[in-house]
């Protein structure tokens, strides 16, 4: 089916060499003339790098043409699509309105990304702080109970006169404990 020609107008032939063969499938998919030995002079990305890279959404990448190519990663999973690199360039410039605005708008993303990460880490220490008074706290207020003699579950008493500490197990005998 490749090298196949194909019925549109050939005059200007392939746009890296002049050949009059083309890559039906790059033609079908990117609706350019290109020959098989000058498809490797373009490059083809795939949906997640030209989103990631170019700042693209679905919307704009279903504009444009694109081929199917089974998973590298692995087989079971849905095909990948890849893109003709010139042209989702020739979008992401005209969306952000040239190379310069792709770049700044690439600039403020990033400056977002690193605010939000240095709000939530702050968020984050200021979480930790706070548990770390709460535990201080209930630290406090147990040790300010056990001296007083007030912390004492069932059956069991602390005397901090005598140094001794008594529980009793449910019906059982008492036992004493000599605090060190």
Known sequence: MEDERVSYDTRSGCMHCGSLTFSNEY?????????????????????????????????????????AKSNPQKKNWSPMRLFLLSQVEDAAHK????????????????????????????????KEERAAERVKQIKER??????????SGEGEVYSSGSGVHEKAFGDGPAVEVELI
């Open 27 to 67: 033609y079908n998919a990117f609706k350019v003339l290109i020959c098989n030995s000058c498809k490797g002079q373009d490059d083809l990305i795939s949906k997640g790098n030209a989103k990631s890279l170019y700042l693209l959404t679905d919307t704009d990448l279903k504009k444009l043409g694109s081929i």
């Open 95 to 126: 969306k952000h309105g040239g190379p310069e605005g792709l770049e700044e708008q690439r600039r403020t993303q990033l400056g977002a990304k690193v605010e939000k990460r240095v709000a939530k880490r702050k968020e984050d220490s200021q």
């Open 142 to 151: 147990i040790e300010q109970e056990s001296k007083k003699g007030k912390l």
